[in-house]
């Protein structure tokens, strides 16, 4: 299996530190609100990864973090008037509900910062006694010139990171490119006791400190998002590498950005959207299948046409599981194997997955068995349980159990509040084109049948209003 590794911008041949164990690490939210589809796309393909490692045999460790003291959770609180506590506890619950929709296995472990501290602060007593930690008044800062590998995933010098980087000026810090390992307490922010007085930590030493606790000095692999590169991964290393004298990770995978119709997704440009809005349109196995279009290391062009056009492709895959699953308790005794080798699926599969996750690849891999398959079982012939059973497993192993995108028990749409709400808004706009071409026949039709299906509209001078009775 091969993989592009940004540390030395290669694909390289993934040789496991501690064979068969694979320790993976992703940096998980931070929970101050609901995550956008582009972390969606991180977590999932995160998701296909880790299947992936465990379909080859491997025993995986996979750890994602949840960032639970921050400054956006605690400008949220604030604004909120609650505490900082209340607002991350309340979007790690969203976060959980929205990653099992989205059909994520669960990570063995989701460290939480605040439940790490003692560890933050061991490692940071490690650096300063090494001499690569300085306190000014209550603040630890990083020395990055005291690291020889700074610079080393980035791919880019000391002076190049200084000009190009927006970093923060702080005359605390000797070296503009210095980060914070511990902030000082402010007034109604969370702290905690340290050799540095009260104070909370930063965000990078944060993975640096659960990662090394969950999956030891050097592990095989860290992932995320490609804007976490620099600063906060080159940060982890430093860190990490500074402590312990070790190498830290062996391989970095980077997922690359989701952009809404060639736009960077914002809220100030109107195109933000949350998974938890997406999902509620949207099977999690459309949200996976366009993701698995793509390869992971490649920006992804997301808008809600290529969702429609997906959902084709889910519904194809869908229909033809649905269709076998039915065939196999209808064989009859004397029915024979056709013509068929499903070995040759499974290595086409393994193949483009073993070449970097080629997920795209993967997905060909399956249409082309649903299509030969198809070719055989849309004839008179019936063959034998066997054959059938040997195809649910391939897609049952493959397409479901690594990708996730057969759809077993095929939900129904239409009753949906959403789909209902949005039918309503239909006959309204109807009976209003109805009552401007004077058609006054049908817009009380409407206006009466809706009634008797325990639905009051009431017109008033800002438009039509819909109540239930
Ligand atoms: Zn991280």
């Known amino acids: 299996m091969k993989i592009y590794n940004t540390l030395t911008k290669k694909k390289e041949e993934f040789i496991p530190v501690n064979p068969p164990n694979v320790g993976i690490y992703v940096c ?6 609901y995550f956008h589809i582009g972390n969606a796309r991180s977590f999932v393909m995160a998701d296909i990864i880790q299947r992936y490692m465990r379909y080859k045999g491997y025993k995986v460790k996979f750890v994602m973090n949840l960032t639970d003291v921050d400054d956006k959770i605690i400008k949220k609180a604030n ?7 209340e607002i991350a506890e309340r979007f790690s619950e969203a976060f959980f509900e929205d990653i099992e929709k989205l059909k994520v296995r669960r990570a063995d472990v989701y460290p939480k910062a605040t439940e790490h501290i003692a560890e933050i602060v061991d490692l940071i007593k490690k ?14 800062f990083y020395d990055v010139l005291k690291f020889d590998g700074y610079g080393k995933l980035s791919g880019k010098k000391l002076d190049e990171l200084e000009s190009g980087a927006r970093v923060e000026v702080n005359e605390k810090k000797h070296n503009p490119l210095d980060f914070a390992l511990w902030k000082s307490a402010k007034p109604d922010e969370p702290h905690w006791e340290s050799p540095w007085g009260e104070g909370r930590p930063g965000w990078h030493i944060e993975c640096s400190a659960m990662s090394m606790k969950h999956l030891g000095e050097s592990f095989d692999i860290h992932a995320g998002g490609h804007d976490l590169i620099f600063p906060h991964h080159e940060n982890e290393i430093a860190q990490s590498e500074g402590a312990t004298g070790k190498p830290f990770v062996k391989y970095w995978i980077h997922f690359g950005f989701l952009n809404i119709r060639d736009e960077k997704m914002s809220k100030s440009l ?20 366009l993701f698995s279009q793509t390869h992971y290391a490649s920006p992804l062009n997301f808008s809600e046409e290529l969702l429609n056009s997906v959902n084709k492709g889910l519904e194809k895959i869908t229909n033809f599981y649905q269709t076998i699953n039915g065939l196999i308790n209808q064989t009859d005794e004397s029915a024979g194997y056709p013509q068929f080798d499903v070995q040759k699926f499974y290595h086409a599969f393994e193949a483009a997955m073993d070449d970097d996750f080629n997920t795209p690849k993967a997905v060909a891999v399956i249409y082309d068995f649903i299509k030969e398959a198809n070719k055989l079982i849309s004839g008179e012939k019936n063959y034998s349980k066997n ?7 391939f897609m049952d192993k493959t397409a479901e159990g690594v990708l996730g995108i057969v759809q077993k028990e095929k939900v129904s749409q239409s009753d949906t509040p959403e789909k209902v709400d949005e039918l309503l808004d239909l006959l309204i706009k109807t009976r209003l084109e109805a009552k401007k071409s004077k058609n006054y026949q049908l817009a009380d039709m409407i206006r009466d049948e809706l009634n008797k299906l325990g639905y009051i509209l009431q017109d008033t001078k800002d438009g039509t209003i819909i109540k239930r009775k």
């Open 387 to 393: 054959f059938y059973a040997d195809i649910l497993k």
């Open 270 to 289: 109107g195109n933000f959207f949350t998974a938890r809005e997406i999902l509620k349109k949207y099977p999690a196995e459309t949200i996976r299948l």
């Open 28 to 33: 998980g939210p931070t929970v101050y609100d």
């Open 127 to 140: 650096l300063e006694k090494k001499g690569i930690a300085y306190r000014t008044n209550g603040d630890v």
């Open 79 to 85: 604004e909120e008037g609650v505490d900082a506590k």
